[in-house]
T-cell receptor, first 114, second 115 residues
């Protein structure tokens, strides 16, 4: 089955700096790669996703890049703000959206220092 | 407002007892999922269901059971056979079939503690 590795497990950055979280996946058939943000005591929420026919996608301060050859994808957050502090999860799926569920990475705790 | 409701939010159980976690959605989603979250372990799939009266085991189904008698409801029972049940449990749902986006919508979670 699919295996997703996520790094780092904890990331501390100064407010206003950029943050990058990286993930690798094992199954070359995977074609859907979402990122979820989880605030304390809440369920995860989708913040951005990318499909295998696209190399990069942006949404305001957030961007995701995908390298299918290397089987890795990354989340980039620019101009970080205190409300960006949360746990971020990457995930991968073969079925184009996870009818049989997503395989998640172990998460990155992002800490924004004032 | 549409969404997914999990209850209870906190639950304490003695060893040897079964406990059932509720998950209800009014989003008209076909597929529903149960994930378990442990510190530093990410989210691991327990069971999922793509249609009423049908469900499949995920990666860590041992010691758990589910039912899907109604489209809106997907309860999870943590049985006494589950060796380490203390965890945060998340229910999710999505559309399935042609044209769906793939986004999973999560509930707020249920924290189970075994005393």
């Amino acid at each position: 089955g699919e295996n997703v590795e996520q790094h780092p497990s904890t990331l501390s950055v100064q407010e206003g700096d950029s943050a990058v979280i990286k993930c690798t996946y094992s199954d070359s058939a995977s074609n859907y790669f979402p990122w979820y943000k989880q605030e304390l005591g809440k369920g995860p929420q989708l913040i951005i996703d990318i499909r295998s026919n696209v190399g990069e996608k942006k949404d305001q301060r957030i961007a995701v890049t995908l390298n299918k050859t290397a089987k890795h994808f990354s989340l980039h957050i620019t101009e970080t703000q205190p409300e960006d502090s949360a746990v971020y999860f990457c995930a991968a799926s073969f079925s184009g959206g996870g009818a049989d569920g997503l395989t998640f990475g172990k998460g990155t705790h992002l800490i924004i220092q004032p | 407002d549409g969404g997914i409701t999990q209850s209870p939010k906190y639950l304490f159980r003695k060893e040897g007892q079964n406990v059932t976690l509720s998950c209800e959605q009014n989003l008209n989603h076909d597929a529903m999922y149960w994930y378990r979250q442990d510190p530093g372990q990410g989210l691991r799939l327990i069971y999922y269901s793509q249609i009423v009266n049908d469900f499949q085991k995920g990666d860590i189904a041992e010691g758990y059971s589910v039912s899907r008698e109604k489209k809106e409801s997907f309860p999870l029972t943590v049985t006494s056979a589950q060796k380490n049940p203390t965890a945060f449990y998340l229910c999710a749902s999505t559309f399935s079939g042609q044209g769906y986006s793939g986004e999973l919508f999560f509930g707020e979670g249920s924290r189970l503690t075994v005393l």
